[in-house]
Structure formats: structure tokens, C-alpha cells
């Protein structure tokens, strides 16, 4: 039951009205995805021809990941120059370019903002660390004096989230140890001062100048953070704050003037979409808590979406995903958004890795729960991301050597848990041997990031070619959520169903089941069989596996 209805509906257009709501976006992780420069760092070029295989693969639309100038300390999360190309990546000739093909194609295109924090190479940070205490310069900051009788502790005791203190202290212009500046991540990494009325207006030039170039919107970094307490105080838990990548010190993060900002943003997007009746989308990355505060984000005059972040999160068990998807559905549905559901991204271990599958090439138990996961997500109510790679069925790298990893997470703790440079290692596109046509160098030329051997058996053409594989399921899961009338848009019942089996019907008839188990179960429902994830014979749900079928109940 691999096979796939022909689409009864057209594809979507640029003028789909809330295009948004049930729209499936591909995260392209620019520097992974394909080189065109012979450099070994994907690019802007590598992106614009890369567009036809996503293309037939049936997406909506592709965010990228950072391309402006930067540093590269966090890999472009550590922004110098908001409105421009790093040359790494090409120029805004060839943003223009990738726009138009873009455009032709039918898929939008959605950028990465970074608004919490930018490059300590951007001219303005440069600028405060050349200005005096109290300064106009750096009050666009977080500077502060230090605590102690010679200023030389830390001003409160935040933890950053890639290990170590969130403050570093500053040298002086007369050569004296001075004031400390905020810094969340990195180092690199100064965090913006949101209460300073210069840093909404310099965003409101950025959101403009990449709206007026054609973007369909953007996925906003750290979307819960900005604000800062004003009174910096110390932490009640900073262990806890410390112990996690997600934000959980409430006195950095989801502070509620962040609101007023989503506010003023949604308002320049409603503000472009009314002249010309294409609607701009702000998608948030948003780690709070619970599904409650989530869906205070996506009220209607906010964000349009913000990543639902606990599916990714949760184990391999059907009362959590039932849990999971119940609440998602009753606080963030209830807002008038519709859910934004993830399996994976770039700084998450790849779902086939993390559902239990070693990195010995994707076969197994690992690959067989995440194409079931992959199933559900596109069969749930809403909108759907996929992280590049997912539809080859890739691995987590988990072997890289020290002297290769990049994550500052790996240089700030000397730890290996956490880092993220296992699921973005670049992508395999042709040939049996790295650089499996990733890249058009030379021979001899290497990716910025090692390929293990096993790429070979998820390379793309490879892929294509295998009705059986990764790609092909999510490509038929595409088709059928366009031929289905709104499969995306609506609510879900539950069906009763035997333990450790999860079973949904929507509107239309569509029922989707996942058996969690490893043990073979009678289906829990009749009708016309449309996709599984593996071998599903009649009346039978197989171990570990989904599949969906129209039906009458």
C-alpha cells in the first residue's frame, strides 16, 4: 500500500488565499544544501538549481537558513549585515535570480531573521565598543557594570545557552577592564536592546528591504526572546537555565513587550499583502513551556504560525504523540492559526537517529518510526516543515571528528552532547563517494563538513529512482494532502483503538493510524487503502508502521 491517488486539486498558486495555513515548507540549510562554487559550502546558486527536484518532490515553499554576511561563528546566526549576501553565498544579484526561478516554479521563498542578537562584527556593536560608558552606542545593547569592588563579576548570574556566562567583559578605550555586555549564544553574539526605539526601527528597515525584493515572509529566530528584564536581576535557577538549549530563563525570555513587536510586524506584512494580494507569512521559533502560552504567539494579530516544537520532542509512545497533538489542537487551533508541526530542523538530531536507529545507514528500526511519524505529521491538521534531508531518510552523523566540528557549542563546553554538526552535514545528491555531487568542485574536493560512506545509500538520484524509499513517501504524502479537498485545514477524531495503536479520521474521510508497537495489529479501519509507510497487507497494521485510508465512518 505504497501508491498514491492522481491530484484532483490544482497545485497552489502564488494568490492562494491564506496560502499559510496548511502550506508544507522545506527548511534549506543553505551552506548543506548544494555548491555550486567548487568551495565545499552550499550557496545561493547551489539553491536556485536545486529548485526543481523540491519542486517534484511537492513543497510549497522553502525557508532558508542565514546567508548575510557574518562571521560564521554560529554559522550566520551571528548577523553583521542584515540586508545583504555574504559572499560565501553569492550576491543579491543572485538572491534576485533565485527569487524569479522561485517565483516561476510556484514556491515561496521565506528567509531566516535574527532579531535577538547579531554579529559582534556589525558596525553598530563595533561602534559601542568604541563608545564610552553610557553612551548612545551602547545603550542599542546590553552593557552594564560589573558587580564586586572592582566591577569584575559578572552583572547578574545568567547562564548563555551554549555553555558558560552570559556576559563578557569589555576593554576599555584607555586599555582598563570595563563593562560588560549581554550575550545569550555566543560571544559573538551580542543580544539587541529592544527597549532602545533605534532597534525596532533598524528591523523595520531590514523587514522592508527584503519584502520590496519579493519574499514571501520569515521564520523568526528566538521569536520568544528580545526582552530582557529591565532590572537584569539574578536568576532563581540559573543550574536550570544552564542546563537546557531551549529558553527557559524567564527573565531573558517571553517577556510580554515581545508581543507589541509581532504586533508591529504583522502590521508590515498586512501592509505589503494589501497592495498587491500576496500574503506575507511570520512564522516564529517559539520554545515556551506550554501549548497555552504557544498559542498567545499566533493570536490573530501576531504571528501566523509559530513551530510547535513537543511533537519533535516527544518519545516514541502513542498516549504522548495522542497528548501532543490533543493540546496543540485545543490552545493553538482555538486561536484562529493553525498548528505548525516539526519533526526535525537544523538543531535537532535527525528523526531517524532519534527514534532509535544507530547511524549505520538508516535502515531498521529508526527509519521504519520515522517514516511512520513522517505519515502522521502530513496527515495532522495545519502546517508541516521538513528539514532538509529528512526526505532522503539521512542519519545523524554521530562519528565526525573533534577537529572538524564547528557547533560553538562543541568550543564553548568541550562537549560533544547537544552539538547540532550531525544533522548538517551536506547533503548527498549523486554517485557512490563523497562528495556524492554535493559540490562541482574539482576532484579531490571536500565538503565543509565530512560525508560518511553510507551517504551513498540516501543519495538523491539514488532515492528517486526507488519507489520504496523516503523520498517517494513524502512525495505521494504530498500528492494526497493536495488531492484530498482541505486535508490540511480542520479538526481530527480520535478512533478507539488497541493499545499502543493511534488512529484519527478528519472530515474528509481520511483515516491515518500508527501502530507504536513492534507487534502487528488488526487495522482499525476499513476503506480505500491510500499509503502506508511499509508493507501493509489487508486488515493488517503492521509494527511500526502508518497508513492511511479513505473511509465512511
Same mark, same amino acid.
Given at each position: 500500500m505504497h501508491n498514491c491517488c492522481p491530484s484532483q486539486r490544482q497545485a497552489p498558486g502564488l494568490n492562494r488565499h491564506h496560502w499559510w495555513r496548511d502550506a508544507?515548507? =522545506?527548511?534549506?540549510?543553505?551552506?548543506?544544501?548544494?555548491?555550486? !562554487?567548487?568551495?565545499?559550502?552550499?550557496?545561493?546558486?547551489?539553491?536556485?538549481?536545486?529548485?526543481?527536484?523540491?519542486?517534484?518532490?511537492?513543497?510549497? *515553499?522553502?525557508?532558508?537558513? /542565514?546567508? =548575510?554576511?557574518?562571521?560564521?561563528?554560529?554559522?550566520?546566526?551571528?548577523?553583521?549585515?542584515?540586508?545583504?549576501?555574504?559572499?560565501?553565498? %553569492?550576491?543579491?544579484? #543572485?538572491?534576485?535570480?533565485?527569487?524569479?526561478?522561485?517565483?516561476r516554479l510556484g514556491i515561496r521563498v521565506l528567509l531566516d531573521i535574527v532579531p535577538n542578537h547579531c554579529s559582534s562584527e556589525h558596525p553598530w556593536f563595533r561602534e559601542a565598543l568604541a563608545s564610552p560608558p553610557g553612551s548612545a552606542a551602547r545603550a542599542r545593547f546590553h552593557f552594564a557594570d560589573g558587580r564586586g569592588p572592582?566591577?569584575?563579576? /559578572? /552583572?547578574?548570574?545568567?547562564?548563555?545557552?551554549? %555553555?558558560?556566562?552570559?556576559? !563578557?567583559?569589555? !576593554?576599555?578605550?584607555?586599555?582598563?577592564?570595563?563593562?560588560?555586555?549581554?550575550?545569550?549564544?555566543?560571544?559573538?553574539?551580542?543580544? @539587541?536592546?529592544?527597549?532602545?526605539?533605534?532597534?525596532?526601527?533598524?528591523?523595520?528597515?531590514?523587514?522592508?528591504?527584503?519584502?520590496?525584493r519579493g519574499v514571501d515572509g520569515f521564520r523568526i529566530d528566538v521569536a520568544a526572546g528580545l526582552f530582557k528584564h529591565p532590572a537584569l536581576p539574578d536568576s532563581d535557577d540559573p543550574e536550570a537555565d544552564a542546563r537546557t538549549r531551549d529558553s527557559v530563563n524567564p527573565l531573558a525570555w517571553n517577556q510580554p513587550e515581545v508581543h507589541d513587536v509581532w504586533r508591529q510586524w504583522r502590521a508590515?506584512?498586512?501592509? =505589503?499583502?494589501?497592495?498587491?494580494?500576496?500574503?506575507?507569512?511570520?512564522?516564529? #521559533?517559539?520554545s515556551v513551556p506550554t501549548a497555552r502560552e504557544h498559542a498567545r504567539y499566533v493570536r490573530p494579530d501576531e504571528l501566523h504560525q509559530a513551530f510547535f516544537f513537543d511533537l519533535l520532542g516527544a518519545p516514541w509512545d502513542a498516549d504522548a504523540f495522542r497528548k501532543v497533538v490533543s493540546e496543540a489542537m485545543q490552545d493553538i487551533a482555538g486561536t484562529g492559526s493553525t498548528v505548525t508541526w516539526v519533526l526535525n530542523n537544523h538543531d535537532q538530531v535527525r528523526t531517524v537517529t532519534r527514534y532509535g536507529e544507530p547511524a549505520t545507514g538508516g535502515s531498521g528500526l529508526g527509519?521504519?518510526?520515522?517514516?511512520?511519524?513522517?505519515?502522521?505529521?502530513?496527515?495532522?491538521?495545519?502546517?508541516?516543515?521538513?528539514?532538509? *534531508?529528512?526526505?532522503l531518510g539521512l542519519p545523524e552523523v554521530v562519528d565526525l571528528p573533534d577537529d572538524v566540528l564547528t557547533d560553538p557549542i562543541f568550543r564553548r563546553t568541550g562537549s560533544r552532547a547537544r552539538i547540532r554538526d550531525g544533522c548538517r552535514v551536506p547533503l548527498p545528491w549523486s554517485g557512490q563517494a563523497s562528495p556524492f555531487g554535493f559540490t562541482s568542485g574539482a576532484e579531490g574536493a571536500k565538503p565543509w563538513l565530512p560525508q560518511p560512506?553510507?551517504?551513498?545509500?540516501?543519495?538523491?538520484?539514488?532515492?528517486?529512482?526507488?519507489?520504496?524509499?523516503?523520498?517517494?513517501? =513524502?512525495?505521494?504524502?504530498?500528492?494526497?494532502?493536495?488531492?484530498?479537498?482541505?486535508?490540511?485545514?480542520?479538526?481530527?477524531?480520535?478512533?478507539?483503538?488497541?493499545?499502543?495503536?493511534? %488512529?484519527?479520521?478528519?472530515?474528509?474521510?481520511?483515516?491515518?493510524?500508527?501502530?507504536?508497537?513492534?507487534?502487528?495489529?488488526?487495522?482499525?479501519?476499513?476503506?480505500?487503502?491510500?499509503?502506508?509507510?511499509?508493507?501493509?497487507?489487508?486488515?493488517?497494521?503492521?509494527?511500526?508502521?502508518?497508513? @492511511?485510508?479513505? !473511509?465512511?465512518?
Open positions: 508544507v515548507i =522545506y527548511q534549506v540549510y543553505v551552506r548543506s544544501f548544494l555548491d555550486s !562554487t567548487g568551495d565545499g559550502i552550499g550557496d545561493l546558486a547551489g539553491v536556485r538549481a536545486g529548485l526543481p527536484y523540491l519542486k517534484k518532490l511537492g513543497v510549497d *515553499g522553502i525557508w532558508l537558513s /542565514p546567508f =548575510y554576511p557574518s562571521p560564521q561563528h554560529d554559522h550566520g546566526y551571528d548577523v553583521a549585515d542584515y540586508r545583504d549576501v555574504d559572499p560565501v553565498f %553569492g550576491d543579491l544579484a #543572485e538572491f534576485d535570480l533565485l527569487m524569479t526561478a522561485a517565483r572592582d566591577g569584575g563579576e /559578572p /552583572p547578574n548570574n545568567w547562564h548563555a545557552m551554549f %555553555g558558560g556566562p552570559a556576559w !563578557t567583559r569589555v !576593554t576599555e578605550a584607555d586599555g582598563r577592564p570595563g563593562q560588560w555586555y549581554l550575550h545569550m549564544f555566543t560571544p559573538e553574539q551580542p543580544d @539587541w536592546n529592544w527597549r532602545n526605539p533605534k532597534t525596532p526601527a533598524e528591523f523595520d528597515r531590514t523587514l522592508r528591504f527584503w519584502l520590496d508590515t506584512c498586512e501592509e =505589503y499583502t494589501a497592495r498587491d494580494g500576496r500574503e506575507r507569512l511570520l512564522v516564529g #521559533e517559539v527509519a521504519a518510526r520515522a517514516r511512520a511519524a513522517a505519515l502522521l505529521m502530513l496527515a495532522l491538521p495545519g502546517a508541516a516543515y521538513i528539514y532538509q *534531508g529528512e526526505e560512506e553510507y551517504f551513498a545509500e540516501h543519495a538523491t538520484d539514488r532515492a528517486l529512482a526507488d519507489t520504496r524509499s523516503f523520498w517517494h513517501l =513524502y512525495r505521494d504524502g504530498l500528492q494526497l494532502r493536495r488531492s484530498l479537498p482541505q486535508l490540511g485545514e480542520g479538526t481530527l477524531r480520535w478512533l478507539d483503538t488497541p493499545p499502543g495503536v493511534l %488512529g484519527f479520521v478528519r472530515g474528509d474521510g481520511l483515516v491515518c493510524a500508527v501502530n507504536f508497537t513492534a507487534s502487528p495489529t488488526p487495522a482499525p479501519a476499513s476503506g480505500t487503502p491510500l499509503l502506508s509507510s511499509g508493507p501493509c497487507p489487508a486488515g493488517v497494521l503492521p509494527g511500526s508502521t502508518a497508513a @492511511w485510508w479513505l !473511509t465512511d465512518l
